[in-house]
């Protein structure tokens, strides 16, 4: 096992506010940095945010900072380690502490890997990969969830191939110890993207699985002390947008939020595999199992690329969507089928990828179109988003569609989980300075 570091790096923060917008961004001509998760810590209404920053010598890097609640930098770690890591999640936990989940490469295989790091100083407490799974092809790990228990819950894949992957279900107790690890056997190709769990505390994974040239949907429910399957449901579709040639014919799960009961998903849909593609916000019925909810999109824009959405409460649900070919990014507010508000970001474009809210205000990650030296930072309220922003234009955009993609589930269980080697604990490897 290779042995890793990890140490402190400090770059220079610039601050930009006007009324209740503030960006920040983070980087120099020799670092690149991308935010691929954010969270509100309401311990001290300070945020979290992980992804990646490239390093000369190792690579790109397991990257996590913390700011406090007035917006200055805390700390911030990354691991050197040789080969391309990069850290998906991170969860503020019922102690306090951050868990982060991602991939990290063991002698030259890309593994899922999962740390407990303490929030006042951003030491690793214990640190998990999955190298134990042995396979070829890699691991990866997508999400994490704290359960009722305090377990952490993770969602990924592995043997990570073309038309290879199959779904990875793990869970671990909250020193890292493996409780059990479950992994698909269907025979082509399959993902758990996103974790969470129920009222009646089942664990629910979701992503999808391979039909053909097609991807449907695929939601289970499974019991978090015996990891035994008590519902699993398959989704297909096949629709139209106006003013858009394809058939959207492929559908998976990128995030589940459980809040006051209701199950709400972001969705990814597109015509097949790398196509240009729309979001859809699904509310899950937990009697019948089926998702009710609307695609996302704007006309005039096309080629999709990034989504990032947070339910602020029942029927409202805020909403980011990029797009590749306009380089633009629209932050919409929906509320009972009514679009609240409706911006559009430019100048530079920002791409957001996640979004997180707390106390009235909502907080985005991502980085700046066409220049990767940087990553961005924005805060604003959730009741209003303000006319004009420095360094972004914010402009009415007012173009957002709404259209009903309701699904019902098929009885059909094409994934069966069977047991798969031991998670390898790699705690004494790791190492953090100040």
Known sequence: MKKISCTLFFLTIAFFSLAQTLQISTGSASVTEAINAVKYDPSDGGTVQVGHITNAGTGQDCFIAKYNSFHQLVWQKYISNNGTDDLFQVIVCANGEYVATGIFVV??????????????????????????????????????????????????????????????????????????????????????????????????????????????????????????????????????????????????????????????????????????????????????????????????????????????????????????????????????GIVAFDRKINSPAVSIVCMDSYNGNFISGGYVNNNPDLDVYNLASVVSFPVSATPCTVADYNKLVLQPANLVAVSSSPIVLSAISPITNITNAVTSTN
């Open 107 to 336: 002698s030259g295989t890309m593994r899922g890997f999962i740390c407990r790091v303490n929030n006042t100083n951003g030491n690793i407490i214990w640190a998990n990969t999955s190298d134990g799974t042995n396979s070829p092809n890699g691991d990866k790990f997508y999400d994490v969830y704290e359960t009722a228990n305090k377990n952490l819950a993770v969602a990924g894949v592995t043997n990570f191939a073309s038309g290879q992957t199959n779904g990875l279900a793990v869970l671990f107790d909250t020193n890292g110890a493996l409780i059990w690890s479950r992994v698909s056997n269907y025979f082509s190709a399959d993902e758990f993207y996103t974790v969470n769990q129920l009222p009646n505390n089942d664990l629910i994974f979701a992503g999808f699985y391979n039909v053909g040239s097609n991807y449907n949907a695929v939601i289970l429910e499974i019991n978090e002390n015996t990891a035994a399957i008590s519902s699993q449901k398959v989704y297909s579709i096949s629709t139209t947008i106006p003013g858009v040639p394809l058939t959207l014919n492929s559908l998976w799960a990128s995030r589940c939020y459980v809040k006051n009961g209701t199950v709400v998903f972001l969705y990814s849909l597109f015509e097949g595999f790398g196509s240009n593609g729309y979001g859809v916000v699904y509310n899950y019925d937990l009697l019948t199992k089926n998702l009710v909810g609307n695609i996302y999109y704007h006309t005039g824009l096309t080629s999709g690329a990034n989504y990032s959405f947070y339910p602020i409460g029942a029927n409202d649900i805020l909403y980011a969507n990029s797009y590749n070919t306009t380089s633009t990014t629209v932050i919409s507010r929906v509320t009972n």
